[in-house]
C-alpha cells in the first residue's frame, strides 16, 4: 500500500454524502391483521377455503391448492360425516352404533398418518399435515357415494340395490385415487411413485369396502 499515499483527492470532488435506501410504500394490507376482523368474516373466509378445496378434488388436476393452503377442518367434517353415516343404528337397536363410529374414525385417520410416514420415508418433499389435507379432502367422493347408498337402501336391498351401490363405489373409489394421486404424485420421487400409489389405493379400497358391505341394521 506504499503507492496510495501519493494518492491525494481533489477539493472540487465533494466527499460527502447520505446513504438512503429506498423503501416502498407502506401497503395498507401491512396494518391488516386477523385479529382484528369480525368473527363472521373469519368464519366466513375459512369457509369459502374449504369450498375451494371440495371444487378442487371434485375436479382433480395438477394443483398446488390443498398443498399451500392446507387445513384439516374439512377432513374433519368428511371424517365425521362418514362414521355417522356408517354407524346405522337403528333407533330400537340395543347397540348405540358408538364403537362402529370410533372405529370407522381411527381407521381414517390412523390409515392416513400410515400413508404420510410412507411418503416421507419414500423421500417425499410433501410435508406431514399437507398429505393429510390432501388425503382427507380426498374422501369427500366416498363421503358422496356413502350418500347415494343410504338413499338407495331406502328403496331396498336387493340385487338390483347392490349393483348400483356397486357401481356407484367403485367409481367414487376411482375418483378419491385419482384425486389424491394428481396431488401428491409431483411430492414423490419418481423411481418410487409407485410405492406411494399403491398404499394410496389400499386406503382407499377399504373405505369403499366399508361403504359397499354397509347394511341398516
Not at 407502506?26 to 396494518?31: A, E, K, L, W, Y
Not at 371434485?58 to 356408517?86: E, I, Q
Not at 348405540?96 to 419414500?122: C, H, M, R, Y
Request: aromatic share 10%; with cysteine.
Amino acid at each position: 500500500f506504499a503507492g496510495l499515499a501519493d494518492v491525494s483527492i481533489s477539493e472540487d470532488i465533494p466527499v460527502e454524502g447520505e446513504i438512503t435506501v429506498p423503501v416502498g410504500s407502506r401497503s395498507p394490507d401491512d396494518d391488516y391483521s386477523t385479529l382484528d376482523e369480525p368473527v363472521r368474516d373469519t368464519i366466513l373466509r375459512d369457509l369459502k377455503a374449504v369450498g375451494k378445496k371440495f371444487v378442487h378434488v371434485m375436479y382433480p388436476k395438477k394443483s398446488s391448492a390443498l398443498l399451500r393452503d392446507w387445513d384439516l377442518w374439512g377432513p374433519l367434517v368428511l371424517c365425521v360425516s362418514l362414521a355417522l353415516m356408517l354407524q346405522g343404528g337403528s333407533a330400537d337397536s340395543k347397540d348405540d352404533g358408538g364403537p362402529q363410529f370410533a372405529e370407522v374414525f381411527v381407521i381414517i385417520w390412523f390409515g392416513a398418518v400410515v400413508i404420510t410416514l410412507n411418503s416421507k420415508l419414500l423421500g417425499g418433499t410433501i410435508s406431514f399435515f399437507q398429505s393429510l389435507c390432501v388425503l382427507g379432502y380426498c374422501v369427500l367422493p366416498l363421503t358422496m357415494a356413502m350418500l347415494v347408498c343410504r338413499l338407495v337402501l331406502l328403496a331396498g336391498s336387493g340385487t338390483v340395490s347392490f349393483i348400483i351401490r356397486l357401481i356407484v363405489v367403485a367409481a367414487m373409489f376411482g375418483w378419491s385415487t385419482l384425486a389424491s394421486t394428481a396431488f401428491l404424485a409431483d411430492s414423490q420421487p419418481p423411481n418410487r411413485k409407485a410405492l406411494v400409489v399403491y398404499p394410496i389405493s389400499l386406503f382407499y379400497f377399504v373405505i369403499s369396502w366399508m361403504i359397499l358391505t354397509f347394511t341398516p341394521q
